[in-house]
């Protein structure tokens, strides 16, 4: 709760930095201190005796529990990786500097609402306060056209699933007459509401806008590769892990009883969205646009969460959440240095760069699942919770099937990078910061890989 | 007829027949004056007649052309600081029952309010000339 | 009146708010259809905060209605971002751009 404030506060601190600092320097200092005082909240309000019982505030429209804690503290401490190997770069994107991080600080806002909501409208607040900037950051390369054009698709797409997910909660507000997510009624009804069940199906199509599940993800990749890269590695990663968090957390504690009604909806649209992504991430020649069709189809990872309704999917998440984030946001840190953004860009960055194509390939690797990655470990709970469920067998074979495929395009890179003659041509060199923090994502990835229990022992 | 009327329960559709009675007679005597006019009127069409009305003054140009950005600009935040003020609403509504807490909450969502009043106005969104 | 009118009611204008977002090439169009499809949702939950007797979902709409013009805002911005580029809104010369 005390999150919640902070990141406000802080979102207004940022608002005004632009008027009291001139320097860019001293801003990006301010910015680290202020995201670390985020972080160190985070973990403080974890560290509370109080932080293993679930606690609520207003009213009941928030409840903070175990799994809002350490998800807020993976998040933030995720957040604090991706300010420290990107500020340079947000502030390079265009003329108002202080108010990207004035954004995305109010982004982290609607992400602790999401991560802690128990009524239907905080949970519709969150999605919005994560959504409206979203729109801004994606434009605001306003001399390129891509990014208005990315800004527009976005801002109309989005608009678009909001009206579907407010119909969603309208409908199931007719059929049970409140809007707490713990209280629904209907659970205990013997029959099925229509009015009800058309309400759940409204809001798997809102969240399939947001976590960009097939077929509602035809506008992440013209989005993502026409935003400014460092706004990309924000929304394509931490972003899209809390969505799923609100998506996990709204049907794990309203719909569980009527799962039979929805599930294979959601299994129909995972398979789809397994598939698409990885097919098509298969035949793209730029890494960015690679990137955006792999988020697709890790999406598809994620969405076992939940359909799987149970406590290894909730553990699951966590573990997504480090592997995928912290994998994504190194690499976009690397790509983003990169002056081709194609594959052959990357030719030869081995004999240029010895240790940071090292670290490319972890991310690789972990992104592809192969074991000793943390990767590796998030879809393996994946599976082990679709599989103790029991009724989705072929789902989890089909997600085998195309996990296999994507090692192809993610050892496209590996291949470019040791195997190919080139020049591997950079805009920037790395510093010795950047180059200590990338390490630092590298090593988080592999810890999670042997030791997951890290994350998950306490749930 | 009248004594129906007045004798009836509340809420009955015959309730009603008043107003649909009205509602006949005005949408009729719109459309009998406007068909009298149209038939009864004299027609002369001739170029002078057809132009706006300027008030006497020759119109000049068309009257979509493209204004100043600042003229957008203000009404978009004018839009959005007039649509927040809904929330005075239940608040008034319910005024006496909220005592000091709902005081002290709507008091910071005026506060958040004026931050963003101040970040315009220091953006320089509301100044006029430059 | 019985709550069933509400119901077909604002569906009806949901969908035609969904077709038209969905059939319509001018960007203002397709916004303020989606605007349509917020306001069809407005009335449902005005309704049946009646049919149930409580004020819940009046107080949501008063929230709807807030989100929806901080949408409009940044939504027009990004319009005139647009058309002061491009010089037009509709939506076909975005896509032609894409390659």
Not at chain 1, 27 to 34: D, G, N, Q, W
Not at chain 1, 185 to 208: C, D, E, R, Y
Not at chain 2, 12 to 23: A, E, G, K, R
Request: aromatic share 14%; net charge positive; glycine share 6%.
């Amino acid at each position: 709760m005390i999150l919640i404030i902070t990141a406000s506060i802080i979102g207004v601190v940022l608002l005004f930095a632009s008027f009291l600092l001139k320097h860019t320097s001293s801003l990006l200092h301010l910015v680290t201190v202020l995201f670390a005082a985020l972080f160190g909240v985070a973990i403080w309000e974890a560290l509370q005796p109080t932080a293993i019982l679930t606690q609520s505030f207003y009213l009941d429209a928030i409840r903070v529990d175990r799994f809002t804690n350490q998800f807020n503290v993976l998040i933030t401490g995720c957040l604090f990786l991706y300010i420290l190997l990107m500020k340079k770069h947000i502030a390079a994107v265009g003329k108002y500097k202080a108010e990207y991080f004035a954004l995305i600080a109010f982004i982290m806002v609607g992400i602790f609402m999401l991560s802690s909501f128990n009524s239907l409208l905080v949970m519709f607040l969150g999605i919005e306060i994560v959504s409206i900037p979203q729109y801004i950051l994606a434009g605001s390369d306003k001399e390129n056209l891509k990014s208005t054009e990315a800004s527009l698709k976005y801002f109309l797409m989005g608009a678009f699933s909001t009206g579907f997910l407010l119909m969603g909660i309208t409908l199931l507000y007719g059929a049970t007459g409140n809007f707490m997510v713990s209280e629904f009624n209907f659970l205990q009804a013997t029959s099925i509401n229509p009015i009800a069940l058309g309400g759940v199906l409204l809001l798997i199509v809102a969240f399939g806008f947001k976590v960009s599940a097939a077929p509602m993800h035809l506008w992440t990749p013209d989005v993502y590769d026409g935003t400014p890269t460092p706004f990309t590695a924000f929304m394509a990663t931490i972003v899209k892990v809390a969505a799923f968090v609100g998506f996990m957390r709204l049907f794990q504690t309203s719909f569980t009883a009527i799962s039979s009604s929805w599930s294979l909806v959601l299994a129909v649209v995972i398979a789809l969205t397994l598939f698409v992504g990885n097919i098509t991430a298969v035949f793209q020649q730029s890494v960015k646009r690679m990137l955006a069709y792999s988020s697709i189809a890790q999406a598809g990872f994620m969405l076992f969460a939940i359909i799987s309704l149970n406590a290894i999917g909730r553990q699951g998440m966590l573990v997504y959440t480090v592997a995928y984030s912290v994998a994504s946001i190194c690499f976009f840190a690397i790509l983003i240095k990169m002056k081709d953004y194609t594959y052959d860009g990357f030719n030869g960055l081995a004999k240029k760069q010895p240790f940071i194509a090292a670290l490319a390939t972890i991310y690789m690797l972990s992104l592809a699942g192969i074991p000793l990655t943390g990767g590796f470990m998030a879809k393996y709970y994946m599976l082990k919770a679709v599989l103790f469920e029991g009724s989705y067998m072929w789902l989890a074979i089909f997600a085998l099937l195309m996990a296999a495929v994507s090692v192809y395009y993610y050892f496209k890179v590996i291949i470019a990078m040791y195997f190919k003659e080139g020049e591997a041509a950079m805009i920037d060199s790395f510093t010795k910061e950047e180059k200590l923090y990338l390490t630092i994502g590298a090593l988080a990835l592999l810890v999670v890989g042997i030791f997951p229990s890290l994350l998950t022992g306490t749930i | 007829m009248l004594s129906v009327l007045l004798n009836s329960p509340a809420n009955t559709t015959i309730n009603y027949l008043p107003i649909v009675i009205q509602l006949v007679v005005a949408i009729g005597f719109v459309a009998f004056m406007m068909s009298v006019t149209h038939l009864l009127g004299p027609k002369r069409r001739t170029s002078d007649k057809l132009a706006n009305f300027e008030s006497g003054i020759e119109s000049v140009g068309n009257a979509r052309q493209p204004m100043a950005i600042k003229y957008f600009l203000v009404a978009i935040l004018f839009v959005l600081f007039d649509v927040e003020v809904i929330f005075f609403y239940p608040y008034a509504v319910n005024f006496k029952a909220l005592g000091k807490e709902g005081f002290l909450a709507v008091l910071m969502f005026v506060a958040f309010f004026l931050v963003g009043f101040i970040y315009i106005r220091k953006r320089g969104a509301l100044d006029w000339e430059e | 009146m019985p709550i069933q009118y509400y119901i077909f009611l604002s569906l009806a204008l949901f969908s035609i708010g969904v077709m038209g977002t969905m059939m319509r090439r001018n960007a203002i169009i397709i916004f303020m259809c989606i605007e349509l499809m917020l306001n069809a949702v407005n009335l449902l939950m005005v309704a049946f905060s009646n049919y149930w007797e409580n004020s819940n979902a009046q107080i949501f709409v008063f929230f709807i209605m807030v989100v929806a013009a901080a949408e409009v805002a940044v939504g027009l911005a990004i319009i005139t971002l647009v058309y002061r580029k491009v010089n037009s809104v509709d939506i076909n010369i975005l896509n032609r751009l894409k390659n």
